[in-house]
């Protein structure tokens, strides 16, 4: 015969009995987070030239990549993260409070990704002109922005984001303008994979669910997690064989592409000073700036190109 089951006022004293002990331990891990920014307040940081970053993007992929890898449940590994990530939002909170706008109205997909990605304890705040946030994050006025990015433009329900306006922004022509960096990305998944939308199938529904992709944009270096990837502009003359010759180097080295994007027309895309018929990609790939073999990319890259811009080595999204 089965042991009867425990009695609901008993199991109830021990969650109240745990959920003590889960507010001891949050707050003493608030308050180890809190001496972390005295720390970093006290030691000027090199990657950061000269203020403090207290938001370490590379530190929360790892704390949340272990938390997932130590999960024994029962609780899901997207749930403890989850959790994990309120935690550190709040902790972070206590260091300073980060003002991150998202390009999209209240309630858009790029508002959501910036929670998803910051936490609820951020300062935010959505805009829908991409301009002003790449030179609001890069004067300092607000601490980071989530954009849409890539071929999630092409797809992207308007209404739920930004206008369409806002949103076909050419985003190769203000990261040339601007020194911003992508310091993270936030994959967002609308429709799963693995429940089709009858109207329109299990193949689009797939498609659909990879392509929602956005992008955090800060200012300065992101140092590596330990599964990264870096993203790059190349600008190149417009002829025949030119992104052939341009893909060498990644075989060469033996890096593979992750993504790449053209920018067609891109003559019109940045101010006159660009030679006509100049046709840019953004390529990411897996790797870190600080690794030998993309030291070696760079210098290649730089040697086959019109236009190289480096725009970021940043933890693959770990949410
Ligand atoms: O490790 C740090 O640098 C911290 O500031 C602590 C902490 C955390 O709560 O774990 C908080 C904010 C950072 O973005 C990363 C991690």
Known sequence: MAAPLPGLDSLRQQIDEVDLQLLTLINQRAALAAQVAAVKSSTLDEQSQGSVSFYRPER?????RNIMKQNAGPLPDADVARLFR???????????????EALGYPGSLAHLAALKHFGQSIVPGQRTVAASLFADVE???????????????????????????????????????????????????????????????????????KSQRFIVIGRGAVPA???DRSSVIAGIADKPGGLY???APFDALGISI???????????????????????????????FGEERV??????????????????????GVL
């Open 60 to 64: 929360e992929a790892q704390v949340l």
């Open 225 to 227: 997690s330990g599964d």
């Open 295 to 316: 030291k070696q990319l760079f210098e290649a890259l730089k040697t086959l190109t019109s236009t190289f811009k480096f725009i970021g080595s940043y933890p693959n």
């Open 139 to 209: 004067s300092g006025n607000i601490d980071y922005a989530v954009l849409p990015f890539g071929s999630l433009l092409a797809g992207l329900d308007l209404s739920l984001t930004a206008s369409a306006e806002a949103i076909t922004e050419n985003y190769v022509s203000l990261f040339l303008q601007h020194d911003v960096q992508i310091c993270g990305e936030v994959k967002f998944l609308t429709a799963r994979a693995d429940e089709p939308d009858p109207q329109r199938g299990a193949a689009q529904a797939k498609a659909a669910a």
């Open 245 to 247: 010759h341009l893909l």
């Open 258 to 288: 992750l993504r790449l994007e053209a920018k067609q027309g891109s003559s019109a895309l940045v101010e006159s000073s660009e030679p006509a018929g100049e046709q840019f990609f953004v390529i990411d790939f897996p790797g870190h």
């Open 86 to 100: 309120e935690v550190m939002s709040a902790c972070l909170a206590l260091e300073k409070p980060l003002r991150v």
